[in-house]
């Protein structure tokens, strides 16, 4: 074979041998992509209500992705304690910490009760709490860790009214106003 030959064939060789690159490459991103989209996103969030004249608080686990989590650990540190009326042998403000290898869901949420009152909200001793929180995606076993710090003593809680046929939302003034305050003096 001549030159002309070999020039001609590495002129038509490169553009498919880049295409096939380009391909390759654009395929592995897509599927990144997607299983970023598909992946669980679990996280716990609070949830205060009053029924029947109990003053509640709960902590929800819920999985807000688009598959099944597997959740292998909860950290919360500080662990939660109560003001004192309330004995912590009548409930486990702390039992997602035990939680290991727990199956949960897309849009399962399990909750845990951490303080019950009378009229008093303030059960519960406020602090900056750290929440950790290690799964995995059952498909694909990537591990993903959720971590974040909650301050407690200025976090805008809603307070759930809540009768058994109807859920109304107020917001709670007095924490509202010292999450204002706290902002104002950063």
Aim: proline share 4%; no cysteine.
């Amino acid at each position: 074979m001549s030159i002309d030959n070999w020039i001609s064939i590495v002129g038509i060789a490169f553009p498919i041998i880049g295409g096939m690159i380009t391909l390759m490459f654009k395929s592995y991103s897509d599927s990144k992509k997607k299983n970023e989209e598909l992946r669980p996103n679990v996280f716990i969030t609070y949830k205060r209500f009053r029924k029947n004249d109990f003053f509640r608080e709960i902590l929800v686990l819920k999985n807000y992705g688009k598959t099944t989590a597997q959740v292998k650990k909860i950290s919360i540190q500080p662990l939660f304690h109560n003001n004192g009326n309330t004995s912590l042998s009548d409930f486990n403000p702390n039992s997602f910490s035990s939680i290991k290898d727990f199956p949960l869901a897309p849009g399962q949420e399990i909750q845990t009760l951490i303080g019950i009152s009378g009229a008093d909200d303030e059960l519960i001793i406020k602090e900056n709490r750290h929440f950790k929180i290690e799964y995995s995606n059952i498909f694909f076993k990537e591990t993903y860790i959720s971590e974040y710090e909650v301050d407690e003593t200025h976090f805008p809680i809603l307070n759930y009214l809540e009768n058994d046929d109807e859920i109304n939302v107020r917001l709670d003034t007095k924490q509202f106003s010292q999450l204002l305050s706290a902002t104002k003096d950063k």
